[in-house]
């Protein structure tokens, strides 16, 4: 059975920065995209970056581009979203994707396959 995990969401104060993980079992994503997704309640969940199965082409919505980055180590089967500047309407449930098949960005919600539960991150003004 396919599982994403995410990991380290909290509470934190604008400026601040959080590191999120997603470790995935059950099978291989080492020539998968992956991607991030966020989504505060009431309001369609939004994309937020993405990375390419090797690592070497990622891709960022406009709002978090300069402050969050997207990375992997395939060894591990984990990609995490590192967030610095963190402001309040960053504040959204974030989730964690994979394409079952294909290496390439995808920035669709529709172009993945497997979802991880989410992680709540909370900004505070």
């Known amino acids: 059975q396919v599982q994403l995990v995410e990991s380290g969401g909290g509470l934190v104060q604008a400026g601040g920065s959080l590191r999120l993980s997603c470790a995935a079992s059950g099978r291989t994503f080492n020539n998968n995209a992956m991607a991030w997704f966020r989504q505060v309640p009431g309001k369609e969940r939004e994309f937020v970056a993405a990375?390419?199965?090797?690592?070497?082409?990622?891709y960022y919505v406009d709002s978090v581009k300069g402050r969050f980055t997207i990375s992997r180590t395939n060894p591990k089967n984990t990609v995490y979203l590192q967030m610095n500047s963190l402001k309040p309407e960053d504040t959204a449930i974030y989730y964690c994707a994979a394409v079952k098949f294909g290496g390439s960005i995808a920035t669709l919600q529709n172009e993945y396959d497997y979802w991880g539960q989410g992680t709540q991150v909370t900004v505070s003004s």
């Open positions: 990375i390419n199965w090797s690592g070497g082409r990622t």
